[in-house]
């Protein structure tokens, strides 16, 4: 099932570093979540990237979401995978890894083709394409989907952006333009004519007919 943005994401039962999850929907409840995965255990690109989401603790927290992992090995591989995480990183863990030794949760998330197995004496090139970072909102629907290549450390920073720009925005008729960042001006949607754009948001600068920037609403 290929995932698009505002499906509703899939109610996955889990098997994780801290114990199991019997529903991904009832583990997020009223929270934002990023779930974000890996081809293999013990790879270096992949070290690096959980152990800056777990230096990210605290931002997280703050945007009130849930990150959880995954990675296509085991239970028991990931717990002895996250201490070299935290070895690397300095910090701990404090989110659990998904085992996906079985191909089931990446083949649920169209991450992988059905048919797809992990040969004996496989590397990460075998699961290569197991490196997305999607974010949730907290009505369990697809907000963003992001997809890397092996080669290509993920920007932890850009996914932190993205999900504030889709926390500010989030069911109200607000846009950010490329390069937003907290504190500049937002894009008032094409849904509100000029009349209704002053009324909810007061005086508007019209860069052009289409593009009227606001600053941010409290």
């Known amino acids: 099932m290929a995932l698009r943005i505002n ?11 801290q114990g199991d999850i019997p529903s ?11 779930l974000f995965s890996h081809p293999k255990d013990f790879t270096p690109v992949c070290t690096t990237e959980f152990g800056a989401v777990a230096q990210l603790a605290d931002e997280w927290a703050k945007r009130n979401t849930k990150v959880i992992g995954l990675s296509v090995d085991g239970v ?13 990183a300095a910090v701990p863990v404090p989110f659990p890894i998904i085992a996906d030794d079985d191909l089931a949760v990446s083949k ?3 991450m992988l083709p059905a048919d797809a197995y992990l ?6 090139n075998d699961s290569a394409s197991v490196r997305v970072v999607f974010i949730i909102a907290p009505n369990k629907k697809l907000q963003l989907a992001m997809i890397y290549p092996m080669s290509v450390g993920r920007n932890f920073a850009e996914v932190l952006r993205a999900l504030d720009a889709l926390q500010k ?5 607000l846009a950010t333009p490329a390069n937003w960042t907290v504190g ?4 008032v949607g094409l849904g509100l004519d000029d009349a209704a754009a002053k009324a909810k948001y007061g005086e508007f600068d019209a860069v052009l007919p289409y593009l009227r920037t606001v600053k941010m609403p409290a």
Request: no cysteine; glycine share 4%; proline share 6%.
């Open 184 to 187: 500049q001006d937002v894009i």
């Open 108 to 110: 649920q998330l169209d």
């Open 76 to 88: 028991d591989e990931h717990k002895n995978w996250i201490a070299d995480i935290e070895k690397f």
């Open 7 to 17: 499906d509703t994401f899939p109610d996955l039962k889990l098997r994780t570093s």
């Open 24 to 34: 991904f929907h009832d583990w997020m409840g009223d929270s934002w979540a990023i």
């Open 169 to 173: 925005t989030y069911q109200v008729p």
């Open 119 to 124: 040969p004996d004496g496989r590397t990460a």
